[in-house]
């Protein structure tokens, strides 16, 4: 009698697993027996939702990744400082990150490139208020400049004031590390200036405040032109999923271009798309000063110069930045977004 | 004295050291096993999986990167160190008086008590950098963390403590005129040394933490800065080296407490021995 | 006066609120010990006499009746009167010495000048050689003799012992008790004992007072009328046997006949 019972049971055991292993196969193969395979792909943001990610927004709202058979699961890491380390190990598809990361990163065998040139130019700049009468590099000598712990600043601070005739450079000034509250550490006075605050964030944020400030901007003081925010991804999906890191980044171009042309609407997708997270009265005079450093030379979004990279790479080499010898153009692809 | 009872003297005295040595080593060694057998499978498993240092270094690259750099690592772990030992001292301080305090004063009690409970749900990362603009980025900021963190287990077991005397001791005490100070110094307190004593051996470990979490916010200097900048440039042999030596730093000073708590209440040692060999009879 | 007891305790009762009955411990008891006595009370469990000694101790008042010391009506007795318990309640964090000094400390007395006093009674209180030890290291008896010799040195004019041998074996009893004569006799001190133990009763005291059960109160008295010193051969002997037949006969009439008294009532002892 038992041994039925027993054999009926494994017997439905087995039916049951069977049946379930089909489904999820099923499921796997579901959606999209279309020519291209639909993909899902992660995109680690380099900070919380802001004005800099209007193309992507917008790309997502009209459905410019859908267009390329995408599915785009993009978020903010708890820790932002992890970006090029997760698609580096491959965890995410792609992330938004900074020039100077992915050469300290590439020095330190890191896998990552740089797939577009998000931000055209420097967003960091050395901020005073208007009142401390503070508006050129050496007019910080002897004063407590803050910033947010990120050592790459103290070398561009450097550049700057040296650029501005002080020869003694970093040494002249005192460097006080405030955490990521620069606005707060420049409007209570805990510092004269700060550096490592955006002319297209921090600066409105403390003027909203009722505190005109003073900006300096780091290419006109002596430090290259460099791209602020770039999309990455690993060595392994350049070279493996080129045509996915094709289809992404065309729509995310597509989103970009529409956020250059009209600013203001692509402020309304991106209030819509984060239920109203975002303040507003930061992020849209944000997005009318971002748009011009979305634009290219060539009009042509995301667009990556082999001779401002070099230039890049050889200003953190000299100032001793890179533990490593490294190749500027082994850094970054121009393939996704050569000519159309 | 001779040269004869020199002789048997230093024997017996390293053979005495030999013994406590060896049983030191005797009560240590299967926690030592383990550990060895987690670092010699993590460097197994880096190497075998040709994991990248940047994502997770082998134990080996940490130890080397500790030796090369153990100057800079040691300037660091002594600022946070500072940070540990002042803010621990100011809760240590504080928690005491305010634990007195609330075992003396019924009306006190009621009015503080719960505050002292609410204390360690504040999430202290987020609230550190309104401390900052308050105090500035110097080491105040960072003590205080410190002292906020270290001050909740401190004042809860010494409140404990103070109120677990015997019923029956009190009245005796009172039938022999003691008045309620004398009641407070002379058996309250040494009573409660026990209690307060397990309160600082957790006090310490989170001191620690508190430091570190201090410095991540604003700071110049400390391993937690070091950790955070390490991060920042890909360094993540550093970022562990940092863990390893705060690891350290708080076992060490719960071995410490442990060390001060066994010179200064050894009854409560002796007492828990004996009854513990009895019960075996 | 002379005529008057070093302590005296007259129509004290005792009676508690609890949940909304009146419990009524003592009734209406009347003792008194004179100058140098040694009197003995024993009563069934619950009979009320720990809630008499703390009456007396000074922790409790009494509901009607009043304690007289040296004939005066003793208001703020608390502290006059030296009380040791059952447990020994020595203080785990302190040595035999500092915790015989406690009585003294309590007073003011310097340290130093209360461990010499302290000092010169070890050895008749058997425990030279153990100034320094915790009281986890010493056995039952010992702790016991540390206690009792931490309420003689706070030097109070009457002891009140509230079942302090109830802990030690018969063997250790019987030796203490001849221990404790031999100082009482040296200390000259009034002392009342409350115990179980009929044969301890009558073997250290001069008068036994019997107790009723709750309500408390005084029963019978018995002059005990034994010479001293008291010697053990005087436990087996006619008039100690007849004293003790009484005495149980008195306690057995006092139990509810039938019902265990230690069982079915709350100890408000």
Request: with cysteine; aromatic share 8%; hydrophobic share 45%.
């Amino acid at each position: 009698m038992r041994s039925i019972n027993n054999n009926l049971r494994q017997g439905l055991l087995l039916g049951l697993v069977l049946a379930f292993a089909l489904l999820a196969m099923a499921c796997g193969n579901g959606d999209g027996d279309s020519e291209t395979e639909h993909v899902t792909v992660k995109l680690a943001l380099d900070w919380y939702p802001n004005a800099n990610h209007l193309g992507l927004f917008i790309a997502e709202e009209k459905g410019y990744f859908e267009d390329e058979a995408l599915e785009v699961d993009f978020y903010t890491p708890v820790d932002p400082t992890t970006v090029l380390v997760t698609v580096g190990s491959g965890e995410d598809d792609f992330g938004i990150s900074y020039q100077p990361d992915v050469l300290l990163a590439r020095a330190q065998g890191v896998p990552v490139v740089s797939v577009a040139g998000m931000v055209q130019h420097p967003l960091n700049s050395v901020m005073a208020l208007k009142s401390s009468g503070i508006a050129t590099p050496s007019d910080l000598v002897g004063k407590k400049v803050g910033y947010p712990g990120i050592p790459t600043n103290e070398p561009l601070l450097d550049t700057m004031l040296k650029a501005d005739g002080v020869t003694g450079g970093l040494a002249e000034v005192t460097l006080v590390n405030v955490g990521f509250d620069l606005a707060p550490a420049l409007i209570s006075g805990m510092v004269d200036a700060v550096v490592g605050a955006y002319w297209t964030h921090e600066s409105i944020l403390v003027e909203n405040e009722g505190h005109p400030v003073n900006i300096m901007r780091m290419e006109e003081w002596g430090v290259p032109d460099y791209y602020e925010l770039v999309l990455v991804a690993s060595e392994d999906t350049v070279r493996d999923r080129a045509d996915v890191v094709e289809r992404f980044v065309r729509a995310l171009r597509r989103g970009y271009e529409d956020a250059i042309d009209d600013p203001q609407a692509g402020v309304d997708i991106l209030l819509k798309g984060t239920e109203e997270e975002v303040d507003e009265a930061i992020e849209r005079p944000g997005a009318d000063l971002l748009a011009p450093v979305w634009r290219t030379d060539k009009a042509q979004f995301g667009q990556q110069d082999s001779a401002r990279w070099e230039e890049f790479t050889r200003w953190m080499q000299e100032n001793g930045l890179l533990a490593a010898e490294v190749n500027a153009g082994d850094a970054f692809t121009d393939r996704f977004t050569g000519d159309r | 004295m001779s040269l004869d009872t020199l002789k048997s003297g230093l024997i017996h005295w390293s053979a005495a050291g030999y013994f406590r040595v060896s049983r030191a080593v005797g009560q240590w060694f299967p926690s030592l096993l383990i550990v060895m057998a987690i670092l010699g499978f993590w460097e197994g498993y880096v190497r075998a999986f040709d994991v990248q240092r940047w994502l997770l270094p082998a134990p080996s690259v940490i130890a080397t990167t500790m030796g090369d750099r153990a100057g800079m690592l040691s300037e660091h772990a002594l600022v946070t160190l500072e940070e540990v030992l002042i803010g621990f001292s100011l809760a240590l301080f504080g928690g005491v008086v305010l634990a007195s305090t609330i075992a003396l004063s019924r009306t006190f009690e009621r009015a503080i008590y719960p505050f002292v409970i609410a204390s360690p749900t504040i999430p202290w990362l987020l609230v550190a950098p309104l401390l900052l603009i308050w105090f500035g980025p110097g080491l105040a900021t960072k003590i205080i963390v410190v002292a906020l963190i270290a001050f909740f287990p401190i004042v809860v077991t010494m409140v404990d403590g103070l109120r677990s005397i015997d019923p029956d001791l009190v009245s005796l005490l009172r039938t022999m005129g003691a008045s309620r100070w004398q009641l407070f110094t002379k058996v309250q307190l040494p009573s409660s040394l026990p209690f307060l004593f397990s309160g600082i051996k957790v006090a310490v470990a989170v001191s620690v933490i508190g430091a570190v979490v201090g410095e991540w916010v604003g700071s110049s200097e400390g391993l937690g800065y070091l950790m955070v900048r390490s991060k920042a440039q890909f360094l993540t042999e550093r970022v562990f080296a940092s863990i390893v030596i705060l690891a350290a730093m708080g076992f060490g000073l719960f071995l410490l407490v442990g060390l001060i708590e066994r010179w200064s209440i050894p009854w409560w040692h002796g007492q828990r021995r004996a009854r513990s060999s009895r019960q075996e009879l | 006066m002379d005529s008057d007891p070093k302590i005296r305790i007259e129509g004290v009762t005792k009676r508690f609120l609890q949940n909304g009955r009146t419990l009524s411990v003592l009734e209406d008891v009347d003792l008194y010990a004179a100058d140098g006595e040694f009197v003995s009370i024993i009563g069934p469990s619950g009979c009320g006499k720990s809630t008499l000694f703390n009456i007396v101790a000074g922790l409790d008042e009494p509901t009607a009746g009043a304690v007289y010391l040296n004939g005066r009506l003793a208001d703020n007795r608390l502290g006059t009167i030296g009380y040791m318990q059952q447990k020994d309640l020595l203080l785990p964090w302190r040595n035999v010495i500092d915790n015989a000094i406690m009585g003294l400390e309590l007073q003011g007395v310097s340290r130093p000048e209360a461990r010499a006093r302290a000092v010169e009674l070890m050895e008749p209180f058997g425990l030279d050689g153990f100034e320094q030890e915790y009281p986890f290291t010493l056995s039952g008896g010992m702790r016991q003799r540390a206690s009792f010799l931490r309420t003689v040195l706070a030097d109070t004019e009457v002891f009140l012992l509230d079942e302090p041998f109830g802990a030690l074996d018969a063997l250790n009893r019987a030796q203490i008790h001849t221990w404790l004569l031999g100082l009482w006799e040296s200390l000259g001190k009034t002392i009342v004992l409350v115990t179980h133990d009929v044969d301890e009763a009558i073997f250290l005291a001069d008068r036994v007072y019997v107790m009723t059960e709750r309500p408390g109160r005084i029963s019978r008295i018995e002059n005990v009328g034994l010479p001293r010193p008291r010697t053990l051969e005087m436990l087996t002997q006619p008039a100690f046997v007849s004293m003790k037949a009484t005495l149980l006969q008195a306690l057995r009439e006092e139990s509810r006949p039938g019902l265990d008294p230690a069982v079915g009532r709350a100890q408000v002892d």
